[in-house]
């Protein structure tokens, strides 16, 4: 079974995307992609991946926020999983 990752981050305290935010990720300590969003916030392929636990982690440019990092049970299928950003405060979803 194969798993694909997207992912975009909003800056909403601004009202428009972020781009340039690097996304990593992991699977235990291994690092296996990465990449930054682009102009509309998004990253469209992050990766392909098996079936498994995964450590999705942002790197936003937030004067509190140094690193959002997730754990994910990912299974067969498309997954997107975008970030919500404020100075002090962010959110995540499973998005479609």
Do not use: K, N, Q, W
Not at 26 to 40: H, K, S, Y
Not at 54 to 60: D, E, I, M, T
Not at 63 to 77: I, K, S
Request: hydrophobic content about 40%.
């Amino acid at each position: 079974m194969t798993a694909t990752l997207s992912t975009h981050v909003l800056d909403t305290e601004a009202g428009r995307p972020a781009s340039g935010v690097r996304v990593e990720l992991f699977r235990g300590d291994e690092r296996l992609a990465g990449a930054e969003t682009d102009d509309d916030g998004r990253i469209a392929a992050l990766a392909e991946v098996e079936a498994g636990a995964y450590r999705l982690v942002f790197h936003p440019p937030s004067p509190f926020f140094r690193r959002v990092e997730l754990e994910l049970a990912l299974d067969d299928g498309h997954y997107h999983v975008p970030l919500l950003l404020a100075p002090y405060a962010c959110t995540t979803y499973r998005g479609s």
